[in-house]
């Protein structure tokens, strides 16, 4: 069946502009995770949405982030104000619960100039 | 598996052995680990994963072994293909801190034909 699929692939933009960064999770799956992932570097958790409980944000690294997942299912994360330390691959996983197996998207690759 | 930045560590094998990657983490918590394969412009993917109630694991070609009391975890892979050649991630899932998983830093791994 299809996966993680994440959008766009690649994103180049300006310090100080906004980006919006979406994930459509495998079907069925209750749970969605947002990483960031340095070059070069291991993954680094962001946000995970759980059903319709209120997220756990405690990996957000300021408050130019922020996630919104609707309908339980596609997620949306923002970047306002975008710096060059935002550079990184943005990925994406979801699983079937809470503690099951996470799947992982392909990523965008964001580029702040 | 420690994290070194940009210089991660790598791991360089003749096609055909066998590749022992190691990895230590850091919460005695965690009752979850998992590795992860990375190939270079993709996300991870899932190869295997162990509950602490286990200390080994064995899938296709791969086997994941675990010692809870020095805190390691390893990854075998049999009969090594020029295939498996990617940068490996061991991940722990520490439940008493939500069920974001904490990822190592990464072992490149090289299989010379």
């Known amino acids: 069946g299809a996966g993680v699929s994440q959008s766009p692939s690649n994103k180049v933009t300006e310090k100080g502009k906004d980006v919006e960064l979406r994930c459509d999770p495998i079907?069925?799956?209750?749970?969605l995770y947002w990483y960031r992932q340095s070059l070069g570097q291991g993954l680094e958790f962001l946000i995970y949405f759980q059903g319709n409980s209120a997220p756990d944000k405690s990996g957000l690294p300021s408050d130019r982030f922020s996630a919104e997942r609707t309908g339980g299912s596609v997620s949306t994360l923002t970047i306002q104000r975008t710096q060059q330390e935002d550079s990184a691959v943005y990925l994406c996983?979801?699983?079937?619960?809470?503690?099951?197996?996470?799947?992982f998207g392909p990523g965008t690759r964001l580029l702040v100039l | 598996g420690e994290s070194v930045g940009l210089h991660l560590p790598t791991l360089s094998v003749q096609e055909g052995d066998n590749s022992i990657i190691n990895c230590a983490y850091s919460?005695?918590?965690?009752?979850?680990f998992i590795w992860y394969k990375q190939e270079s412009g993709k996300g991870p993917q899932f190869i295997i994963d162990?509950?602490?109630?286990?200390d080994k694991r064995q899938g296709q070609r791969v086997t994941v072994l675990l010692n809870k009391t020095v805190k390691h975890l390893s990854l075998q892979i049999a009969a090594t293909q020029p295939g498996d050649s990617a940068v490996y991630f061991c991940a722990e899932n520490p439940h008493n801190a939500g069920n974001m998983l904490t990822f190592g830093g990464g072992t490149r791994l090289m299989v010379k034909p």
């Open positions: 162990i509950r602490s109630n286990m």
């Open positions: 919460n005695s918590a965690s009752d979850y």
């Open positions: 079907s069925g799956h209750t749970a």
């Open positions: 996983a979801s699983s079937l619960g809470p503690t099951e197996t996470q799947y």
